[in-house]
Each structure stands twice: as structure tokens, then as C-alpha cells.
Antibody
């Protein structure tokens, strides 16, 4: 059974850093493109970052470029999002998702989400 | 402002058919697949439609998608109370080199 479980969320001050992890089971993260999507409170879904299946390509939304880094640890079978220079507008529930070639890269499997709150 | 434009709200009575539109451009929906996600509060989003008009296994055939030019649409027939949710369209954008979402449409079943 495919499962994705996010961890690492919490309260952080503006300008601070946080690292989100997404532990995968039931499949190898090394074989799939993976994505982070967030939802700020009271707002819609926003794509944050994706990493290609081979790990050679990383893509970022303009709003997080330079500040966030996506990576994966094949040994731990997990995905990470290193978030630096955090701002109030980064406050959101962060979801990790797996791109499915069988669904033309649609995100069929999602984690339950991790809340990140940026506040002084 | 979202790159893809959706109406903020839609409504219908049980049994009715409702359509939600998603307007994009040549760099996203016009040249790439459109996707639709259903999102209920406190849960993970659910893939409803992929590749413009295909349904993943387990999604009822009451849900259907279409695409014409730079716009996509989601139709829900035989509306049910459990369809109350926020619906998002999404597509890859070649100019932005990333995924883009619509702002979401809150569907109310009256």
C-alpha cells in the first residue's frame, strides 16, 4: 500500500528555517517524480516545488525560488523540503504528492499534510 | 491572482448537472493536459480527472472532464450532497516551467 507521511512542521519565526520530510512506503521515491503543494489558511492550493524521477531536475514556484530546496533521500525513501528565510506568507499546510505516469503525471497519492506557521 | 481562472463558486440541487470552467492560456492548458482535484477541508486533495478527460479508478463516471483550446471544464452530473467540496484545475505551464492551479471553485449542493 502506497503511503506518504509528512513531518517536520511547526511554528517558526520570520527569517527562520524549517525542514519538512515526507516518508514514503509501498514504493521507491527514486522511481517517481515528487511534488510539494501547499494551502495557506483560507486560500487555494499552490504548487511549491517538484523533483524529477531521476533527481536531475528541480522546479520551484517563483515565490519560493532560492529560499526553498527540494531533495530526496533514496536510502531513507523520503522526500524533503528545506525552507529558509521563511516569511509570514509561507504559512500553510504543506502536502507531498507522487506524480503518477499511469495518470499522465497527475498526483494520485498524497500525504495528510504538515502545518507550517511563520509568526513572531 | 491565479494563472488559471475559475469561478469562485457554483451550486446545484441534488440530481442536477453542474459545470465548472477553467480558463488558461497557450502555455498551460492550451499545450498541456488539464487536471481536476477535489478538496474537502482537513483532507488531502483527490485526483478526479487527468489528461483532460480521463478518470482514475474509483472515481464515479458522474465526473467528466473536457478541454477546448485554452480552457478546461469539469462536469458533475447527478449531483449528490457528498460532492460539496472545493474543485481545482491544474496544468503544467511551459512559460513558468512549473505547475499552476486555478483559484478553486467551492461547490454547494443546495
Amino acid at each position: 500500500e502506497v503511503q506518504l507521511v509528512e513531518s517536520g512542521g511547526g511554528l517558526v519565526k520570520p527569517g527562520g528555517s524549517l525542514r519538512l520530510s515526507c516518508a514514503a512506503s509501498g514504493f521507491s521515491v527514486s522511481n517517481y517524480a515528487m511534488t510539494w503543494v501547499r494551502q495557506p489558511p483560507g486560500k487555494g492550493l499552490e504548487w511549491v516545488s517538484s523533483i524529477s524521477s531521476g533527481g536531475s531536475y528541480m522546479y520551484y514556484a517563483d515565490s519560493v525560488k532560492v529560499r526553498f530546496t527540494i531533495s530526496r533521500d533514496n536510502a531513507k525513501n523520503s522526500l524533503s523540503l528545506q525552507m529558509n528565510s521563511l516569511r509570514a506568507e509561507d504559512t500553510a499546510v504543506y502536502y507531498c504528492a507522487r506524480e503518477d505516469p499511469g495518470y499522465s503525471s497527475g498526483w494520485f497519492f498524497w500525504g495528510q499534510g504538515a502545518l507550517v506557521t511563520v509568526s513572531s | 491572482q491565479s494563472v488559471l481562472t475559475q469561478p469562485p463558486s457554483a451550486s446545484g440541487t441534488p440530481g442536477q448537472r453542474v459545470t465548472i470552467s477553467c480558463s488558461g492560456s497557450s502555455s498551460n492548458i492550451g499545450s498541456n493536459y488539464g487536471y481536476w482535484y477535489q478538496h474537502l477541508p482537513g483532507t488531502a486533495p483527490k485526483l478526479l480527472i487527468y489528461a483532460n478527460n480521463d478518470r482514475p479508478s474509483g472515481v464515479p463516471d458522474r465526473f467528466s472532464g473536457s478541454k477546448s483550446g485554452t480552457s478546461a471544464s469539469l462536469a458533475i452530473s447527478g449531483l449528490r450532497s457528498e460532492d460539496e467540496a472545493v474543485y481545482y484545475c491544474a496544468a503544467w505551464d511551459d512559460s513558468l516551467n512549473g505547475w499552476v492551479f486555478g483559484g478553486g471553485t467551492k461547490l454547494t449542493v443546495l
